[in-house]
């Protein structure tokens, strides 16, 4: 912090001082942060991963995820979860987990707001039609796609295309990206997120799948996991009505996992062994469920795709997207005109196809709809 702004601000706590009376040793400090491309003065009271947060927040791929589908569509009503409320309850239970073993909560809430903002329209079914036009291009991913639009895409700032974020934020999506690589030492504030997500979307896709009607309790009943929360929620209420009991099987579904992951892994941290989050980082060890929920977990997402994300609606609306997002591929390709300049630009670097399927990656469910019927149906 330069000399000046710590004069205008007496007082006030500084991040370096809040990490290192909240931080582990395990835990990424911001301080340690290896910084951003473009090089940028510090902010006077907030740190680097709390502005990449905020940068993330205001950005516009992020709004849209609004008007984005997880599993569930629009047409299906309003009431399940989008993209977006998706997102707000990973970083919600990551925070919950980061701060309990006094890991970095501002980089592990950038992250989480981060991780899904290169989502297509409809979800993987988008992103499978889109991988497959773009196949001889290398292909689409939303992880990388999260990159690109950090990177290049998203255009806020004087000096420098994208958001600049930190290197910490930029590589916790790289591992994301590229899940296979075993070179990949993921800090523990990014291993969390990935953990999060997945308790997080094991835990509404089956609320959801109930409150859509296309899974009923009983049926999810034959799953262990979900007996064994059912048994929990029954030694503690009788009589909850099938709306509350809904409810509070989701709870538990979240609260069991969540405790879980932080009995699983606080016993390890809190041996003391690690004593810097790059040794952290190079441990044999990864931030996750124990062998027995990892184990049920799996038996649960089994259940949900051949139940749930292979039920014969989902799958209507899957095919529909899909052959939807393809003659749109091929439209804009014959009619590059239709795309925003900016796209058709870019198409100048990138390739007409990739900046093509970039276009398409960036509208929601609704006005991808919208644009299909105006110009393409
Ligand atoms: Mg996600």
Redesign the pocket.
């Known amino acids: 912090m330069s000399s000046d702004k710590a004069i205008l601000l007496p007082g006030l706590q500084t991040y370096q001082e809040r990490d290192s009376a909240l931080l582990a040793p395990y835990a990424m400090r911001s301080v340690d942060s290896s910084g951003r491309k473009h090089a940028e003065p510090e902010h006077p009271y907030r740190g680097p991963f709390q502005r990449d947060r905020d940068r993330i927040l205001h950005c516009s791929a992020y709004r849209r995820l609004s008007g984005k589908m997880q599993v569930f569509t629009g047409e299906m009503g309003d009431y399940h979860r989008t993209?977006l409320t998706?997102?707000q309850e990973?970083a919600s239970i990551a925070r919950t987990i980061g701060r309990a073993l006094q890991l970095n909560e501002d980089l592990i809430e950038a992250l989480a707001l981060f991780?899904?903002i290169g989502h297509p329209p409809f979800g993987h079914a988008g992103e499978d039609a889109l991988h497959e036009c773009l196949k001889d291009e290398g292909g689409f991913s939303h992880n990388e796609h999260a990159l690109t639009i950090a990177q290049e895409i998203d255009v806020r700032y004087h000096g420098f295309p994208g958001l600049n974020l930190t290197r910490e934020v930029l590589d916790g999506q790289g591992v994301r990206a590229d899940k296979q690589n075993p070179d990949l030492k993921p800090l523990l504030e990014v291993q969390l997120v990935d953990a999060a997500?997945s308790i997080?979307?094991d835990a509404h896709d089956t609320d959801d799948a109930v409150k859509l009607g296309l899974l009923s309790l009983d049926e999810l009943a034959e799953i262990p996991l979900i007996r064994e929360m059912l048994r929990r929620v029954s030694d503690r209420f009788t009589g909850l009505s099938p709306l509350v009991l809904r409810q509070t099987l989701v709870h538990e579904l979240i609260d069991y996992q969540v405790s879980d992951v932080l009995q699983h892994c606080g016993q390890y941290l809190a041996t003391g062994d690690l004593s810097s989050a790059q040794q952290a980082r190079l441990a044999p060890f990864l931030i996750g469920p124990s062998d027995q929920v990892a184990m049920q977990k799996t038996e649960l997402e089994s259940f949900l795709y051949d139940h749930v994300y292979r039920h014969p609606d989902i799958i209507k609306v899957r095919d529909e997207a899909q052959s939807r997002l393809r003659k749109m591929f091929a439209g804009y390709i014959d009619a590059p005109e239709l795309m925003p300049k900016a796209y058709r630009t870019r198409g100048e670097s990138v390739g007409l196809r990739r900046s093509v399927g970039e276009y398409i990656a960036g509208m929601t469910d609704h006005y991808c709809n919208e644009q299909y019927e105006l110009h393409f149906d």
């Open positions: 993209r998706h997102t990973v991780h899904d997500d997080t979307y």
